[in-house]
């Protein structure tokens, strides 16, 4: 006899694969200080509602099937899952104390999760709700991305100043890489082969080599007018087609567009301030980039790198994922 799911993150892990669900055509905006998403269109750039969630909601990633958001909450210690079609929340997950990011391998049940408190990597099975694993780092872990094969995890501390490169098979760390200060933020490039990083006090951003695990290029921001305290990188998104990465500049009120094979960056478009978080809609065609001090959401056009709108959100709004 087949067991019964023990909870409804299991029966969606269990059921992923026959899912076919379209796309809810909505942008999601966490907001850190109301502890609610905000509903924006994606297409006609207006607020459709808003659904209440865990303490402090600081991260938003899709469960396998996409029918479902994880929404990582820092004062909660926990994640609420939201079914996207009813917009209510019908499971919560303990993801431990203080968690700041994380990501999700491939087939949804494991959650790798940066303890900023406890100066760690923690390992959560979903389905079975419990810590499985952890890994001691340096202070204030942040960014926390798998890589493609799911072999591998990098975890930046920001206090640090390193990326530590995580086996997931044994949770050793294979390598501990020096980058600039403050590292905030991962993306990987669309081939895997350079995992990108931004640098919040050092106004940089570094480039890694997954092959050697060194940093093979440090690119500077520069905006005219400011000094480099005031460009302060965090969040980073990449286009469909691989070939920018957009990088939110935090102080600077502005988002770049950094050419992937030249390392130059080709546009600077004013945002909201203190731009943490970004999210691309599913064509690239629109970027949409949360001001975190001005409450608001901006929406840009990525051909013409020109604001499309301003949207007002809840305060403090620190996570975006589009569902297009």
Not at 42 to 60: D, F, M, Q
Not at 150 to 164: D, I, K, N, Q
Not at 201 to 226: F, H, N, R, W, Y
Not at 265 to 278: D, E, H, N, Q, T
Request: charged residues 20%; contains cysteine.
């Amino acid at each position: 006899m087949t067991a019964t799911p023990r909870s409804p993150i299991a029966a969606v892990l269990l059921l992923a694969a026959l899912a076919a669900r379209a796309a809810t055509g909505l942008v999601y905006v966490a907001n850190e200080k109301d502890d609610t998403l905000t509903l924006i269109d994606a297409k006609t750039l207006e607020v459709t509602g808003s659904i209440p969630t865990c303490a402090r909601p600081r991260h938003l990633q899709r469960l396998p099937g996409g029918t479902r958001l994880l929404v990582a909450c820092g004062d909660a210690g926990e994640a609420d899952v939201i079914d996207l079609a009813t917009r209510r929340v019908v499971d919560t997950s303990p993801l431990g104390h203080d968690p700041e990011a994380l990501d999700l391998s491939a087939d949804g049940r494991l959650a790798y999760v940066s303890a900023e408190d406890d100066h760690a990597l923690a390992v959560f099975d979903l389905a079975a709700r419990k810590e499985i694993g952890r890994v001691a780092l340096g202070p204030e872990p942040e960014g926390v991305k798998l890589s493609p094969d799911g072999r591998r995890v990098y975890v930046t501390s920001e206090v640090a100043g390193v990326v530590y490169a995580i086996d997931t098979a044994t949770l050793q760390i294979e390598r501990t890489i020096p980058v600039g200060r403050r590292p905030r933020r991962l993306a990987l490039a669309a081939d895997g082969a350079q995992l990108w990083v931004t640098n919040e006090k050092s106004a940089t951003i570094s480039v890694i080599s997954t092959a050697t695990l060194e940093v093979v290029d440090t690119l500077p921001v520069v905006v005219d007018g400011l000094t480099a305290d005031g460009i302060t990188p965090v969040g980073m998104v990449l286009a469909p087609d691989g070939a920018t990465i957009y990088v939110a500049l935090g102080r600077a009120n502005r988002v770049a567009f950094v050419d992937v094979a030249t390392h130059r960056v080709r546009a600077l478009v004013p945002v909201g301030r203190r731009a943490w978080a970004l999210a691309l809609s599913a064509d690239g065609e629109r970027l949409f980039v949360a001001g975190g001090l001005s409450n608001d959401l901006t929406a840009i056009d990525t051909r013409s790198a020109q604001v499309l709108k301003t949207i007002a959100v809840g305060q403090v709004p620190n996570a975006v994922l589009v569902d297009d």
